[in-house]
């Protein structure tokens, strides 16, 4: 009865992180809202969404007094601030956290009561609390694809631009205008750091940081340069638009040369899985001398972290950097 009380808390805490952060999402959009009413007013001028929104700097970590001290005090929290930043979501570093404590907590009574293994509530709750921040990744890599994917169509139409006679600035302008998110979202908020006054400088360094992309990165090198040694931009950023190109066509040729590696890996993941489903079909009793003998415990608890770990290794070795 206790046990199923802690998983009922833990549900409940799980829960409520959700809540604070569908509250929270609401709040930065009324604010956003808010915000963008006193720029036209004072304006005159209709302003963007996407102008409100990049003139907010939300500096808490968590809306709980305690948590965000304790994260303040962390490089966690200012990993967890940045990565979200890259991916890309309405959320914060706090209730990241609280999700990731929940979760962990109740896979491993859950686990714990269903099996009636410490063991295996230990092994389940760094994997199950881990989940958020694996989710975050994603979205990160997701997303930085995708504005890698859009970026030399970005750097065709600043080009255009400036070759039509249009300033730099209003070049990006256009890019966010005309380019779907995330790439037309970023470059907006360049846009806007650039039209109030924010050195070149300082607001590409504020784009590499949300956005790391080795793409960016060869494009902001080049803008830098050609600030300090003067020469035909368009010239410029159309070299960098075929270099970019090339190693995006490069990037696709690797992908395709390791599909064998992480199709083979692939395998080796799920095969474990679907022979243990098909032993639990056809004799149960075989497999359960591993969970209910204590060797048993220990042997299945190292396969899954030698699992986990074959994975990472995996995906290591097909990963090849450019």
Known sequence: MLMIIAIMVLAAVFFASLTIFILLQARLDAQARATKKRLDEVSGERVTDLAASSLLRDEKLSNIPLLNRVLLD????????????????????????????????????????????????????????SLPYVYLRHKRNRRIA??????????????????????????????????PDPLGFEFGILFEEQNLGVPLADALAELRERVPSDDLELLAVALLIHRRTGGNLAEIVAKTASTIRDRFR?????????????????????????????????????????????????????????????????????????
């Open 74 to 129: 962390k490089s966690f929290g200012s990993h967890l601030k940045k990565l979200i930043a890259q991916a890309g979501v309405a959320t914060n570093p706090g209730t990241v956290l609280l999700a990731m404590l929940s979760l962990g907590g109740m896979a491993y009574l859950v686990v714990q009561y269903v099996t009636g293994s410490h063991l295996f509530g230990l092994t389940a709750l760094p994997i199950a609390g």
């Open 146 to 179: 995708e504005f890698e994917e859009l970026f030399p169509e970005a750097l065709d139409m600043i080009v255009s631009s400036l070759r039509a006679g249009f300033t730099f600035e209003l070049a990006i302008k256009m890019v966010a205008q005309e380019i």
């Open 250 to 322: 490069l990037k696709r040729e690797i992908r395709t040369k390791t599909a064998h590696g992480r199709f083979s890996g692939l395998v080796l993941v799920v095969l474990p899985l679907v022979m243990i489903g098909i032993i639990l079909v056809m004799n149960p009793d075989y497999f359960l001398v591993l969970l209910n003998e204590k060797a048993g415990q220990y042997m299945l608890s190292a396969a899954v972290i030698m699992q986990i770990a074959g994975i990472l290794i995996i995906r290591r070795i097909v990963d090849i950097k450019i």
